[in-house]
Structures are given as C-alpha cells and as structure tokens.
C-alpha cells in the first residue's frame, strides 16, 4: 500500500476478519475449577471438586489426643468437621493471635476435613493447558501433594490434592 | 443435619475431667462412684495417655467391665451425670477415629462451652483383674 492513499474497502474488511480470527478464544478448551487459597505469604491452590465448601475461621473445639495439625472440631449446621492447620502440616510458621482465616472443607476419597487458610483469593477457572507438572524439586510433602503448578500473578501456584493430603495424614497418624 | 428422630431425647452420662479434659462414659457403664485418696489406684488419665494432672479432690469411678467387675480408675472432679440431648451427640468424624490418640474415644459431644470425649470402658480398661475399690462408695 503507498504511502497517503487511504485503504480500499475491502482492505479494511480483510484487516477486521483478520483480527477477529487472531483473538477468537477457544471455548470448548476444558477447564478446571480451582480454589486459591492464601498461607504465610504464598498462594496455594486445590482443586474446586475437592472443596465442598469455604467457611469463616470459626476457632475449634479442642479434643485431647489430637496428634500435631489437627486443631479439633467445628459444628457446621449440625455436622462435626475436624480441623486440621495447613500451616502445621506444611511446617508453615503458626499465624499471629486473632489471625484472620477461613476453612475450606475438603474431601479425599471416604475422608472430610477442615482445612484452614489464612484467607481464599479466588475461585476461578483455568484453562487445562495453563496446569504444567509441579518441579521435581519440591521439598516434602509438597511433592506428594502436588497435583500440577499454574500461573498465577505473576507467580507459580501448586494446586494441592486435597484427597492425598488427607490420606497421608490419616496414614501417618495411625 | 441433625436427624428428625432424635427429637428431644436425651442420654445420659457420667462426666468428669482426666488430664484436665472433660470426658464422659454412658452412665450404665459406670457401677459406683467414691472418694479415696489410695494413690494405688491408677489414673484414667494414665490409661488414655493424657497427662496426670494432679487433682485437688480426685474422685474414683468404677467402670462395669466386660465380665461386670467393677474396674476401679481415679478422675478428676467434677463428677457429674448428665442428661445430653441426642442432638449434640456425633459420631467420630473418620479423619479423628483414624488419627485420635485416646483408647475408647468412640463418640463426642458438643455444647456451647466445648467438646466432651465419649468414651467406651472396653477400650481403657486393662484386660487385667479387676482393682480394688476404696473403702466408702456409693453409687452415682
């Protein structure tokens, strides 16, 4: 095209059916629900299908012979839940008094538990190709509990299976 | 949710303090209550693995056996029986029936104060014979 002659018509058409098709999004691309979760200073994520539910920090009941994580129990409108501290179990530094947090209730195979968190960030849909393999090198026990990693902000986030974790804390708590 | 059949009735329990917890056992499983200061009778904290607090005014429950002999352990006071509506009576939730640390925990109930372990005698009494009781007694 010279310079100083206007487009045809049809070039500007052309140039339009060109850019549409550039940004056409692919819905049908599956996708998973995620809940992302924030713990001392890092995002965290699960699996939407693995959390029933996201409640306020409610404190809970203690019990005696709760081994290391598991804070005791909490009444959810007439059901017991336990609760185990995420911050515990990834040997995270204990919160500050009157913290804030939330609990996600979490289900793993024939186990349900609480699962506290400092807050939930967000609950959104990922695009299956945007979940990449979690590092080799992650430390324990992230790596048994790492489903995949995600960008997320700028940053990698582990998505958590939450039915893992739970086995291996029943597991090592025999 | 809670279920339409457990209406307004209530169970009735033996409740009382080990380790500086509140506990209970269904009362039919408690024979007799007493007051020793026999430091020869063993603690039921002992038996949980609960650390034995040293109660001011320890009281002695005799829990029935399997053979109906009385099993004589000392708990803290207070000791009382209790009437809890069946509607704050749960199950163990299986992540604590699997993970909890004390023998005979089956059940628990929960109330506005807190939470109270219920206990199964079967599960902390010792298969041993049965210990002795102390000199006065009466029944709860």
Known sequence: MSPGRPPSLDQVLA??????????????????????????????????????????????????????????????????EPVLCLRTLLHLPPPAPDEPSRILIGKGGSVQAGLRVDRVEEVMDVPDSALQPPPPTLPDPLRNWALSIFPFRNQGVLVLDIERLLGDYCSAHL | MVPPDLGQESLPLVCFR???????????????????????????????????????????????????TPHWLAVGAPVRLEHWALTSIFPLPSLLAACLRVPGAVALALADQGACLILEPEGFLAPSSPSAGPGKERTP
């Open chain 1, 15 to 80: 140039r339009r059916a060109h850019a549409s098709r550039a940004t056409v999004v692919d819905v049908d691309e599956p996708r998973t629900k995620l809940v992302v979760a924030w713990l001392a200073r890092e995002w965290l994520a699960f699996p939407g299908r693995q959390v029933r539910e996201i409640l306020p920090g409610t404190p809970a009941f203690f019990l005696p012979g709760c081994p290391p994580g598991l804070e005791g129990v909490i009444n959810v409108r007439g059901d017991i």
């Open chain 2, 18 to 68: 080990a380790g500086g917890h509140l506990l209970a056992v269904e009362a039919r499983h408690v024979v007799a209550l007493g007051d020793s200061d026999d430091p020869t009778v063993p603690a039921l904290a002992g038996r949980l693995g609960l650390p034995e607090t040293h109660e001011d005014t320890p009281r002695l429950l005799a829990f029935r056996g399997a053979d109906e």
